[in-house]
């Protein structure tokens, strides 16, 4: 049974920064890629960021480019994110994502999630 488990959110002023981990187990995702999607009050779930887990191949959002890093640590079977420079607009729960199908971006593509992890960033 595949098991998302996001962590690391919480309450920062703007122009600050938090990392979320997100700890996979339940089967092997080397043919995987694991990402991250956002959900704010009353807006669709969005794309943020995304990691091929074999090769490390990163993908991210025009609206974190630059601000945000997506990694990931083989061992500790667990990918992160690393949020720089936060706004008030990141204010979201953030959910961990994997899939192998389709395109990066939709999260059609993605069949398992993770329960999400607050991130509220205060102006």
């Known amino acids: 049974q595949v098991q998302l488990v996001e962590s690391g959110g919480g309450l920062v002023q703007a122009g600050g920064s938090l990392r979320l981990s997100c700890a996979a187990s339940?089967?092997?995702?080397?043919?995987?890629?694991l990402g991250w999607y956002r959900q704010a009050p009353g807006l669709e779930r969005e794309f943020v960021a995304a990691i091929i887990w074999s090769g490390g191949n990163t993908f991210y959002s025009d609206s974190v480019k630059g601000r945000f890093t997506i990694s990931r640590d083989s061992a500790k079977n667990t990918i992160y994110l690393r949020m720089n420079s936060l706004k008030p607009d990141d204010t979201a729960v953030y959910y961990c994502?994997?899939?192998?199908?389709?395109?990066?971006?939709?999260?059609?593509?993605?069949?398992?999630w993770g329960q999400g992890t607050q991130v509220t960033v205060s102006s």
């Open positions: 994502a994997a899939g192998y199908r389709g395109d990066i971006k939709p999260d059609s593509s993605y069949d398992y």
């Open positions: 339940g089967r092997t995702f080397s043919n995987y890629r």
